[in-house]
């Protein structure tokens, strides 16, 4: 059995500011995990993943997450928010290669103040 | 960067409409998805399949059918629309290795009137 959880469905940053969305995971197998961006009326577009090589993870447009065991913990940071960053963001995790399931959390929208 | 399209991104029908949902991927992936997605809220996985031939339901009880009669082909049809059927559908397709990393199309916004 596998999930995730999303503390705070909506976050606010100003601009500059510090970004980090937070996610909790549980898995019986050792996890593989995954943050994805959504912008408005689009699909969703995958940020990183973790796959047990690195335990810092870096993805695209500037934002990275530290995958912690003992935390179960894979939250997801930017240093300094963009007014582009303001999204919806979804944590992910499977419990493995093949065709095992993918389940996903609920999702936390980011609110950029300039 | 993941390949897959969805047509058409947006359509406004009448009750009782037929319709279908296009979706194609050129990556070769088996494994094929469909979400529906209200404005805000939460993916909820209706169909999914491991391969041509194969569909099985997902974790949300759906009035949606699809078929895989090829590879890179994953259609949606809706025999009769209904308002409540308002949404948006989400069309995936995962990659075995890596965890099943899933890449999404745009997006079909359906909205019944």
């Known amino acids: 059995a596998q999930s995730v959880t999303q503390l705070g469905s909506h976050v606010s940053v100003s601009e500059g500011a510090l970004v980090l969305l937070r996610c909790n995971y549980s898995?019986?197998?050792?996890?593989?995990l995954f943050w994805y961006v959504q912008y408005p009326n689009q699909g969703l577009q995958l940020l990183l993943k973790y796959t047990s090589a690195a335990t810092l993870v870096k993805g695209i447009n500037g934002f990275e997450a530290e995958f912690k065991k003992s935390e179960t913990s894979f939250h997801l940071t930017k240093p300094s928010a963009h007014m582009s960053d303001a999204a919806e963001y979804f944590c992910?995790?499977?419990?493995?290669?093949?065709?095992?399931?993918?389940?996903f959390g609920t999702g936390t929208k980011l609110q950029v103040i300039p | 960067e993941a390949d897959i399209y969805q047509t058409p991104r947006y359509l406004v029908i009448g009750t009782g409409k037929k319709i279908t949902l296009e979706c194609s991927q050129t990556m070769g992936h088996d494994k094929m998805y469909w979400y529906q997605q209200d404005p805000g809220m939460e993916l909820h996985l209706i169909h999914y399949s491991y391969g041509v031939n194969s569909t099985e339901k997902g974790d949300l009880s759906s009035e949606s059918t699809v078929s895989r009669i090829r590879t890179e082909h994953f259609p949606l049809t809706l025999e009769s629309a209904r308002p409540s059927h308002t949404s948006q559908y989400l069309c995936?397709?995962?990659?075995?290795?890596?965890?099943?990393?899933?890449?999404f199309g745009e997006g079909s916004w359906l909205t019944v009137v």
């Open positions: 992910a995790v499977s419990g493995g290669g093949g065709y095992q399931k993918v389940t």
């Open positions: 995936a397709s995962s990659e075995p290795n890596s965890g099943n990393t899933i890449y």
């Open positions: 898995s019986s197998v050792p996890p593989y």
